[in-house]
């Protein structure tokens, strides 16, 4: 029988990967070639079981040499977060991420690492200004995407909300037309990402969500700019309070 070919990151849309894979500063290669690959995976732009971009396509996205990008790939590996396969259907795959230590302790420890605040602030004006500039007017193929990305949303297993949560927010700053925005949003969403992994799923809070991204797409495609930044700016601030909950 026939090995089926594992599916790639590399067959997704090339402009999904775009806001997190950047070329590198001089003198900090590995540091931020790393830190790149982390957002990546932090952000679930490559599922579990899934192949990471070839290490032609990586070293070309980022411009490091091949030397480094292995360098970043072996850390990734010592970390239980990746493996090497080798073979025709061979690469670098994709490990399902270790339980993160739920509770009030972990969430505070990943906190005093953080501001939270301005990360919520900065989140917001992000958010607010993506839909804004994308009810501005899509093009056909951008209405579709982000049709799909909240259809993703309401079909996800419970399980994999977040991360189809994440793509949805990650293809509305894409389409803003900003690829500064878009790549400043993919650093603050995995940031808060770590915050939102150590706090549980709220059946109430993600019928809420979900009740949010259907009026926030609905706006965006019937161009009405106000009614979508009021949405997200709402939502946003939902998200904000539930943290804010937790820490209390």
Do not use: W
Request: proline residues 4%; negative net charge; charged residues 30%.
């Amino acid at each position: 029988m026939r090995e089926p070919e594992a599916s790639a990151a590399e067959d997704a849309p090339a402009d999904r990967l775009t806001p997190v894979l950047r070329p590198v500063r001089a003198g900090n290669g590995f540091e931020e070639a790393l830190e790149q690959t982390l957002q990546l995976l932090r952000l679930g732009l490559v599922p579990p079981g899934e192949r990471l971009p070839s290490e032609r396509e990586l070293s070309h996205r980022m411009r490091i040499s091949r030397v480094t990008l292995r360098e970043v790939l072996k850390v990734l590996q010592d970390q239980g977060m990746v493996e090497s396969r080798r073979g025709r259907y061979g690469g670098t795959f994709v490990l399902p991420r270790a339980a993160v230590p739920a509770g009030e302790q972990e969430l505070r420890r990943r906190v005093a690492a953080v501001d939270v605040e301005d990360t919520l602030r900065f989140r917001e004006v992000l958010e607010v200004g993506a839909a804004g500039l994308c009810a501005n007017g899509l093009e056909p193929d951008g209405a579709t995407r982000l049709r799909s990305a909240l259809d993703a949303t309401q079909d996800a297993r419970f399980d994999d909300y977040r991360r189809q949560d994440t793509l949805l927010h990650l293809t509305l700053a894409e389409l803003s037309g900003s690829r500064s925005l878009a790549a400043q949003y993919a650093a603050v969403r995995a940031t808060l990402n770590d915050l939102l992994d150590c706090i549980p799923l709220l059946v109430r809070n993600l019928e809420h969500s979900q009740q949010q991204h259907a009026a926030l797409v609905e706006a965006v495609l019937d161009r009405d700019a106000e009614a979508a930044s009021e949405v997200m700016r709402e939502h946003c601030c939902g998200t904000a309070a539930l943290l804010r909950g937790f820490l209390a």
